[in-house]
């Protein structure tokens, strides 16, 4: 089965910086889309930005300016940059992955995530 392994995440204060880091294993020829998501205590899961095989990209209005997505495709790997952080960015951060070929099958939707990783951003 597909898997997604992440790190980066931590503790920051307000207006510093981190990077998080997701790679995904099993045997993978191609990855059509790769994004992150967000989860904020009593809140929904939101988009924060997603990036395509073909380099276009996604971010969610709260983190425009602020957070960059980026893929290394050799390596079946997605980063966010997230800089100038805010309290309200606090929360647990999901990678996830969509339409992914491997030497197997294909596998399709958005129901393929990673166990998150911690984000909190506070003075």
């Known amino acids: 089965q597909v898997q997604l392994v992440e790190s980066g995440g931590g503790l920051v204060q307000p207006g510093g910086s981190l990077n998080l880091s997701c790679t995904a294993s099993g045997n993978i020829l191609k990855i059509f889309a790769m994004g992150w998501y967000r989860q904020a205590l009593g809140k929904q899961r939101e988009l924060v930005a997603a990036a395509g095989s073909d380099g276009r990209t996604n971010y969610g209005d709260s983190v425009k300016g602020r957070f960059t997505i980026s893929r290394d495709n050799a390596k079946n790997t997605v980063y966010l940059q997230m800089n100038s952080l805010k309290p309200e960015d606090t929360g647990v951060y999901y990678c996830?992955?969509?339409?992914?070929?491997?030497?197997?099958?294909?596998?399709?939707?958005?129901?393929?995530w990673g166990q998150g990783t911690q984000v909190t951003v506070s003075s």
């Open positions: 996830n992955v969509e339409g992914v070929r491997t030497v197997d099958r294909y596998y399709k939707g958005d129901d393929i």
